[in-house]
């Protein structure tokens, strides 16, 4: 069996990018190194996120359709947390049918990576 169990993102701002996964999906930093330019972030379920710091993503970002997804249960959970994005100062669009039978929405999460909240409609 193969289980992921964690992930690392490039940023080129550690602080912001902890703080937006902090307040929008409760993840909890448990270690920083390298004078804050490497965070280590858990979630309730105990999935590790890493964050490095990579200063030429401010010119380049994440190529294409690179993006990070959060599947949620259900609608509700989805403008629950489309509200925690707009109350920490993101501009986003209101969620919406995307493909198929999906309902979510986009976020550019501060550092350069773009964030995916969906669930099944």
Known sequence: MNTLNHLNLSTS???ALAN????VFDF???DERGAGNFAIMTSENGFV???MSNKTLREQ???GAFHVGFLQPDRTAV???HARTQAIGLSVASPELMRGNTFGFYVQAPGG???EVSSSA
């Open 113 to 115: 990576v773009l964030v």
């Open 49 to 51: 996120l890493t964050l």
């Open 79 to 81: 403008q629950d947390l």
């Open 13 to 15: 701002d550690v602080a």
């Open 28 to 30: 909890r930093k448990v």
């Open 20 to 23: 937006f996964f902090h307040r």
């Open 61 to 63: 970002g994440y190529p």
